[in-house]
């Protein structure tokens, strides 16, 4: 299994906190995704990073933020939560120079927002 | 934005029977990749099986295939010799190349197999 961890793995905050969830991988892969997934919907793109520093948004990004400072960990962070950022958040890697295309998936951080 | 669309909520199959699970896909891309994840009720996301648009033999892994359609835009993913194992959400997903190699997901299939 690839390694990479989330943490926390549950959190329950109310309106209006700031929360931040970490990504962090062992495997030195160059793109790191966050999503989320919501009843009905799959799973969907908030933001990914293409390497240090380097993020872009994804579909769902409003109200998100990331930040990589190292290969290793990846951060997004809910400025000012609210009840609709209740969700199940993926970190997910990918090194498109080794094993082309396949994302390998963090076991998720289950937020519930009050 | 690609658009995935997996038509069946919900399937059931007794176990050692096969099934066939449907996907769709929209897009004007002609470079494109395919994918099928399984969630079981641990959450974990599993890669079970990938598609790459240029190539025209269908994926295979054991007992997992797909069968890829591209002038139709189909995707389907077929189970052979069901395994109680097999229960979870499967999930068809799109990935181009720009921007980020990120995926698009479909709404998911929940799959019971039954003994």
Redesign the interface.
């Known amino acids: 299994d690839a390694g990479i961890t989330q943490s926390p793995r549950h959190k329950v905050t109310e309106t209006g906190t700031p929360v931040t969830l970490r990504c962090h991988q062992t495997e030195n892969h160059r793109?790191m995704?966050w999503?989320r997934q919501d009843p009905?919907?799959?799973?969907?793109?908030i933001h990914?990073s293409?390497g240090v520093k380097d993020t872009?948004k994804?579909?769902v990004s409003d109200g998100y933020s990331v930040s990589r400072s190292k290969t290793e960990d990846f951060l997004l962070t809910l400025e000012s939560a609210t009840s609709s950022q209740t969700s199940?958040y993926?970190c997910?890697i990918?090194d498109?120079d080794k094993s082309p295309?396949?994302?390998?998936?963090g076991?998720?951080t289950r937020l519930t927002v009050t | 934005a690609q658009t995935v669309t997996q038509s069946q909520p919900e399937m059931s199959v007794q176990e050692a029977e096969t099934v066939t699970l449907s996907c769709t896909y929209d897009t004007s891309e002609s470079n494109y990749y395919l994918f099928w994840y399984k969630q079981p009720p641990s959450r974990q996301m599993i890669l079970v099986i990938r598609q790459e648009a240029y190539k025209q033999q269908n994926a295979t892994e054991n007992r997992f295939s797909v069968n890829f359609q591209k002038a139709a835009k189909s995707f389907s993913l077929k189970i052979s010799d069901s395994q109680l194992g097999d229960t979870a959400m499967y999930f068809c997903a799109f990935m181009k190349h720009v921007p980020g190699y990120a995926l698009n997901f479909g709404k998911g299939t929940s799959l019971l197999v039954t003994p």
């Open positions: 793109y995704y999503y009905g919907h799959g799973l969907r793109l990914y293409y872009d994804g579909e199940v993926f997910a990918s498109t295309y396949e994302q390998y998936f076991p998720g």
